[in-house]
């Protein structure tokens, strides 16, 4: 489910300054955006998507992002230049961007950028260990996570792969976050409302307030007349709203709201909900107003709430999903379907190898920006994009379209064309990317993926799709986004999937691109992706209990180090629970070292625990023999060395003196090597 939101229509917010102003006036500070924001995160009802082959499937989980038009273009270019200069070293110190800057301010700022994302668990993280009889509902606002339980997903996890998910940067390479829709709005109180949206339209696509030239323009502009209800005339504005239809189409709506502002205290007042999705930078800034001074949320009457869902459901139902879906029959049919057939392959491979058969538009966008291209590719390998009129951007919008629509078979199919195509154009980034989401359609569509399939496609995909992002594009968000999607699918399709979980998982750690907060969590995650491995019959043969129990140690170290006491209790408690509880109710360790090292980390997390209560260390002498007593009653209970009770009268044999009770042991087993058991 969380995936599923996170690959959302995005929708721009272009409104002028009264509307602004009316926003502000009733209590938003953020102005239009923030008060449509929270609305979009869940559509009430059930909305209805047609699919390519003409199915009707309904969602009830299904949601738009609202965002400022223009904001997170420019961070993409900064993210990669900075990991291209800082030559691997990815984290070398906790951001401070936040300081002083108010959280609405930073509605435009960076997105996906992994040391904030970093700093902003540890922040939580800290407020977990001030405050361990609450956490995380103290700071967590999603409470439906059993931290109680070992097997659950970790709260802190969650939040790290939400925020990392919640600011897609606007890049060349994905649409995803490029508008689908752009909200136009003035207020009734405009002297010449039809000549202020003309304007706002022509903004969008000129000026300063245009989007960079990889950026299709042929979006949906939807025009909605804001009315207030405490000042003006609701004639007046059906007048105007009226004009409106004529003048630009059927995309229209009437909003009305009060431009006074709710407290509290009034008899309809509800709390303006807080958006979940917002980025790790600006829920810093709101962490940070909140330490400076005082804060309440703002309040809206009954009425102004019920007509905001209502404008959102109807835009989405009516306008965007309508037109997402006319889209991609018609790029489908005019583009994608040419592709396919063996004409449109023969034209593909006569354009890479002789140049014959490359589109005008091409050559056209590459004379525009100075460049020539001698292969008759359309692209432009010195600016590092397709122009948005080309064959291949389209079809790449063709495939996000059908993602966003959660059409998994249409999307699948396209991502793999345009694999072909990138690749030969030798354009990393678009060939990384579309690797990542040809895998994550796969594992996210209905049929099943047999281990040869997953080793065969979707493995070579995943290892194609990071190296390109960390080798060749220096994109560290991209490969941790394309590796964190891939653990969650493939473990929640259990079974030999969840080795692979933990394989890629493991890959996350061994590239480096996360900070020491990141290590810890992804260390966490390889021993929940082993915990889900489920054996078969009462021995649970084919379990991963062993595995898990290891990585929950390793984890437990790592979260010592950063001294964050709580999490290192937790995951040594669930390595001792699973230690206890493995097969044949042997218990205990065979392994003399692992359990010296667990008691190390023992006496190092009571040492932590008791500096963090002010509390003079022990030598923990009692505590060491204690634990030697309990390892030694542990081992005389070990099969190997188990005295049999049924002749305890009777002068025992020397099991010596006779051959082995299995000729396989016999083979398998050389003489003097002990079996420790260990699967």
Avoid at 32 to 42: A, N, Q
Avoid at 140 to 156: G, M, N, R, Y
Avoid at 403 to 421: G, H, I, N, P, V
Wanted: hydrophobic share 35%; with cysteine.
């Amino acid at each position: 489910d969380l995936i599923l939101r996170s690959f959302v229509p995005h929708v721009a917010i272009h409104a002028s300054e009264d509307t602004e102003e009316l926003a502000r006036q009733k209590g938003v500070k953020g102005g239009f955006r923030e008060l449509l924001r929270p609305f979009g995160d869940s559509i009430q009802g059930k909305v209805v998507v047609r699919d390519s082959a003409g199915t009707s499937k309904s969602w009830d989980n299904y949601g738009v992002r609202f965002v400022g038009l223009g904001d997170g273009i420019e961070n993409s270019t900064e993210l990669d230049g900075h990991a291209a200069q800082s030559n691997g070293v990815l984290f070398p110190g906790a951001s401070r961007i936040f300081d002083g800057v108010s959280p609405h301010s930073a509605l435009s700022g960076t997105r996906g950028n992994l040391t904030q994302i970093e700093d902003l668990i540890d922040r939580n993280l800290s407020s977990a260990e001030m405050q361990p009889d609450d956490y995380p509902s103290d700071y967590w606002s999603h409470k439906d996570f059993d931290t109680q339980s070992p097997s659950s997903t970790s709260p802190f996890y969650a939040l790290y792969l939400r925020r990392l998910l919640s600011g897609l940067p606007v890049t060349p390479h994905e649409t995803f976050s490029h508008p689908v829709a752009c909200i136009i709005a003035i207020s009734s109180r405009n002297p010449s409302p039809i000549e202020a949206l003309r304007q706002l339209y022509t903004s969008t696509s000129q000026g300063n307030g245009a989007l960079p030239q990889w950026v299709n323009n042929e979006f949906l502009r939807y025009y909605v007349l804001v009315h207030d209800e405490d000042r003006d005339d609701i004639g007046n504005s059906t007048t105007l709203f009226d004009q409106m239809k004529r003048h630009f189409g059927l995309h229209c709506h009437l909003l009305r709201l009060r431009s006074s502002e709710c407290v509290p205290t009034d008899d309809d007042s509800i709390e303006l909900p807080h958006s979940a999705w917002i980025s790790a930078a600006e829920e810093l800034a709101e962490m940070q107003g909140n330490e400076d001074a005082e804060h309440s949320a703002p309040c809206l009457f009954g009425s102004d709430s019920a007509a905001i869902k209502t404008f959102v459901r109807e835009m989405v139902t009516q306008s965007i999903v309508p037109f997402m879906e006319s889209r991609v029959t018609a790029w489908n049919d005019q583009v994608a379907s040419r592709r396919r057939g063996i004409s449109g392959r023969f034209i593909s491979l006569s354009k890479r190898w002789t140049g014959f058969g490359s589109s005008t538009k091409g050559v056209s966008a590459s004379s525009l920006s100075g460049t020539t291209s001698s292969s008759g590719s359309n692209y432009d390998s010195i600016h590092g994009f397709y122009a948005p009129d080309t064959a291949e951007a389209t079809m790449r919008k063709l495939a996000d379209y059908a993602f966003m629509l959660r059409d998994w078979k249409l999307a699948q199919s396209t991502y793999e064309l345009l694999r072909t195509d990138f690749g030969s154009d030798k354009a990393w980034k678009y060939h990384a990317g579309a690797n990542e989401m040809a895998a994550i359609s796969t594992l996210l569509g209905p049929q099943a993926v047999t281990s040869r399939s997953r080793s065969e496609s979707i493995d070579q995909m995943l290892e194609t799709a990071s190296y390109s992002y960390i080798t060749r594009c220096f994109a560290p968000y991209a490969a941790l986004r394309c590796l964190a999607l891939s653990v969650e699918l493939l473990k929640l399709r259990g079974g030999s999937a969840a080795d692979d979980a933990a394989k890629w998982a493991t890959r996350v750690l061994d590239l480096n691109i996360v900070g020491p907060t990141g290590q810890a969590l992804f260390t966490e995650r390889v021993a929940a992706c082993y915990r889900s491995r489920i054996g078969a019959g009462s021995a649970g043969w084919g379990s991963r209990r062993r595995k898990s129990a290891l990585w929950n140690v390793l984890a437990s170290e790592v979260w010592l180090g950063l001294n964050k006491n709580l999490q290192a209790e937790r995951c040594l408690n669930d390595a001792e629970g699973l230690y206890r509880n493995l097969a044949h109710g042997e218990g205990g360790l065979a392994f003399s070292a692992m359990q010296g090292f667990l008691n190390d980390l023992q006496r190092g997390l009571k040492a932590n625990l008791s500096a963090a209560q002010g509390k003079p260390g022990s030598d923990g002498a009692g505590d060491d023999e204690i634990t030697l007593v309990e390892e030694q009653s542990e081992r005389l209970g070990m099969r190997e060395h188990r005295k049999s009770l049924v002749g305890a009268g009777v002068t025992p044999f020397n099991l010596a003196d006779i051959g082995p009770l299995s000729p396989m042991r016999a083979m398998q087993q050389s003489p003097g090597v002990k079996d420790d058991s260990f699967e």
